[in-house]
C-alpha cells in the first residue's frame, strides 16, 4: 500500500474509532485543515482540539474511501460519508479531499469537498 494512502486510512480510521492514534504523526505541525462547509484549523494542536471537541458530540458512522489519485506532492481521495450527531441528527454526503504532503510525507494542507447525497439534510 502506498504510504500516503496509509496515513489517509488511518486518519480516517481514527474517526471511526474515536481515538487520537497518531496525530502528531500525520500531520506537520503547521498544517491547514479546511472542513468543507468553511471552519478551518491551523496547526497540529488547532487539529487534534477539533477532532477531540466534534467526537464528544458526534459519532463517524462511516467514512469509506472510493479511490485515491496522486500526482507529485498532492493527493486527492474521493469518499463517502456518514455521521451521527447527538441532537439526533444524521448527516451522510460524498466527497473529496485534496491533501498537499510535506517531503517528511506529512500533511501541510487538507481541504475538505462535499456533495448532499438525495437522504442528507446538510453536509458537514
Known amino acids: ?25 500525520i500531520f506537520a505541525d503547521h498544517a491547514e485543515y479546511m472542513e468543507s462547509y468553511g471552519p478551518r484549523y491551523e496547526g497540529c494542536e488547532a487539529i487534534r482540539r477539533w477532532f477531540e471537541e466534534w467526537n464528544k458530540h458526534g459519532k463517524v458512522l462511516t467514512w469509506r474511501i472510493e479511490q485515491f489519485f496522486h500526482k507529485n506532492n498532492q493527493t486527492v481521495v474521493q469518499w463517502y460519508f456518514k455521521n451521527w450527531m447527538d441532537d439526533g441528527r444524521i448527516d451522510d454526503f460524498d466527497g473529496m479531499s485534496l491533501v498537499k504532503w510535506a517531503d517528511d510525507n506529512k500533511i501541510l494542507f487538507l481541504q475538505e469537498f462535499a456533495c448532499s447525497t438525495d437522504s442528507s439534510s446538510s453536509a458537514g
Open 1 to 25: 500500500m502506498n504510504e500516503r494512502e496509509r496515513i489517509i486510512r488511518l486518519w480516517f480510521d481514527m474517526w471511526l474509532q474515536q481515538r487520537d492514534l497518531g496525530i502528531d504523526e
